[in-house]
């Protein structure tokens, strides 16, 4: 059933466990299958995200409705956010498809730049009763090699205290040294920046970056109040690894549903792996 992220993330924030968003790769039906059904068998709630990028192929609107459809098929909450979106204006492209969470990424800006263009992405989508997720603190991003190419900023607790004075989300990516991508080698992942914050609000924290993170890390991340992890790179390595080893076995016998079928399948069993991390299986009620 659809849903938006405010009532599941704080009833995970309250009971120690997190949300898995899993972002889609623009909307792709296996993967949206995929996500639901695990989530269905375990009894999980569960977030479908969206990339502006990966979404150029299909079409924004294509995810919202193709999630929304799916979403409608099974009884546990669902809900369809956009990811790291970077303007006030395609947030609102997005409210207007049906999503039912929005993040804006203002973490780029100082903080009283972030915050200010924050609150208008969240004066506008509390119209329409859709939460909003922030950032602060820039993520670094890492090449196949695992190596950073962008920013690789902790983001400073006195900073997030000042951010949240002047900018109410529903929740809040803290950047903590984690990073999009595969991490390949130690990784300075600073969960102390977490505890910190969580010592001055109570606003539900979000974990991106998750793909090969230490899951002692992730677990200390959740008891911190990270109610919502997010999952990308893996997942489409592993879907585009299933309908290659498909195609090997011949899996496909020239129909490209048993293919999808194929990869469907064995995806949902890595998701089922993400949700049980995260600790959200029969929390659907």
Request: glycine share 10%; aromatic share 8%; hydrophobic share 35%.
């Amino acid at each position: 059933m659809l849903t938006s992220t405010y009532e599941m993330l704080e009833k995970a924030y309250k009971g120690h466990y997190a949300i898995p968003a899993i972002n889609t790769q623009g909307g792709t039906y296996d993967i949206i299958r995929a996500i639901c059904l695990a989530a269905e068998e375990l009894h999980s709630p569960v977030i479908l995200a969206h990339y502006l990028n990966t979404g150029a192929y299909s079409g924004h609107e294509w995810f919202a409705e193709t999630s929304k459809w799916m979403a409608k098929n099974v009884s546990v909450p669902v809900a369809i956010h956009l990811d790291h979106g970077d303007t006030f204006e395609h947030c609102m492209e997005m409210l207007k498809y049906g999503f039912t969470s929005i993040m804006y990424d203002g973490s780029s800006q100082d903080v009283e730049g972030n915050a200010a263009s924050t609150n208008e992405v969240i004066k506008a989508c509390h119209a329409f009763g859709v939460p909003v997720e922030a950032e602060i603190g820039e993520l670094a991003r890492l090449d196949d090699q695992g190596q950073v190419t962008g920013s690789s900023n902790m983001a400073d607790p006195k900073n997030v205290e000042r951010y949240l004075s002047l900018c109410k989300p529903d929740s809040l990516a803290i950047g903590i040294g984690n990073a999009h991508g595969f991490y390949k080698g130690p990784v300075n992942i600073n969960v102390e920046i977490l505890e910190k914050c969580r010592e001055f609000t109570d606003v539900p924290f979000v974990l991106h970056g998750c793909t090969g993170m230490d899951e002692a890390l992730i677990q200390r991340s959740i008891n911190s109040g990270v109610a919502k992890i997010n999952f990308g790179t893996q997942i489409r390595y592993q879907y585009v690894g299933y309908l290659k080893e498909g195609m090997e076995q011949g899996i496909d016998r020239g129909h490209a549903w048993r293919l999808s079928q194929y990869a469907c399948n064995r995806l949902k069993e890595d998701v089922k792996k993400i949700i049980l991390l995260a600790g959200s299986d029969g929390k659907a009620d």
